[in-house]
């Protein structure tokens, strides 16, 4: 009975839901004087409490642009973690929105230099207030695999004008692959983030075999956050066999099969529930 419970759930978070509950949109705006951005915007039915802005993996790119034929609330079904999990966050209070590259970059996606570029942490601020809104939310970065090399970047160069980060499958080892080429033997443990002044969250998968993101390296990680007034490092279990490779996003990488745990985790933080 409780597998078949727990099966459910997952089977219900990655089925489109209802219109109301999505509100899904394209928003194009500024990010850096004269580089027009795309962001993927859902809106909570509900009032929301704070807004997260998505950066994925990989090269980043999600590819707005493009025409589809595909309801824009089904798609990424099968992708990047964070999109898979878009509307579920939604549906826990969060306004949330998922940036697309710059249009330079559609093709090739992001190399991790642009990543931890001040070119980049400009189109993320200007992202972060787009998310804001008149509300004047709080807006926490949330970044998956190379996503997390974003955030930390960004929240270093952004200090208090974010509001927290957290970071999912942490790259904590050096990317050697070309264009990717991080340099620092920890990853972005290696990074300055000792400055960082907001809280700071840190997910992992205990069956991440990707051997950029070692689940075992999540807690060394949320250490190294000696500023941040709340910090938490946490390992979820479970979920679904791999169905891509062990870096790819159907995978404990992208925690294949427990979205709605990892979408609970990401919640409670962001709001300060536990």
């Known amino acids: 009975m409780g597998m078949r419970i727990a099966l459910g759930m997952v089977l219900a978070l990655l089925a489109p839901l209802p219109a109301s509950a999505q509100e899904q949109s394209i928003v194009d705006f500024e990010g850096r004087p004269g580089v027009p951005l795309k962001m993927l915007h859902v809106e909570p039915p509900q009032a929301p409490r704070a807004a997260v802005l998505l950066l994925t993996g990989g090269g980043g790119g999600i590819r707005l642009g493009s025409a589809s034929s595909t309801p824009l609330a089904e798609r990424y079904a099968r992708g990047n973690f964070l999109l898979r999990i878009r509307a579920a966050l939604a549906l826990r209070d969060l306004r949330v929105g998922a ?10 996606g992001m190399p991790a230099t642009f990543r931890r570029s001040a070119e980049h942490a400009q189109d993320v601020a200007a992202a972060v207030a787009r998310l804001r809104g008149p509300e004047k939310l709080p807006v926490w970065l949330v970044g998956t695999s190379m996503g997390t090399v974003s955030v930390a970047a960004a929240a270093v160069a952004l200090g208090r004008d974010i509001d927290g980060i957290v970071l999912t499958s942490s790259i904590t080892t050096p990317i050697k692959n070309g264009p990717n080429w991080l340099p620092e033997p920890g990853g972005i443990r290696d990074f300055p983030i000792d400055r960082i002044e907001v809280p700071a969250f840190v997910l992992a998968h205990a069956d991440d075999r990707c051997w950029a993101s ?25 979920g679904k066999p791999p169905e891509s490779d062990e870096c790819d996003p159907l995978s404990g990488h992208g925690f294949w099969g427990a979205e709605a745990a990892a979408a609970d985790a990401i919640a409670d933080f962001v709001l300060a529930r536990r």
């Open 99 to 108: 940036l697309d590259v710059p249009p330079a970059m559609a093709e090739r």
């Open 214 to 238: 070692p689940p075992g390296n999540a807690a060394s990680l949320a250490q190294r956050f000696k500023a941040s007034p709340r910090v938490a490092a946490r390992t979820l279990n479970g």
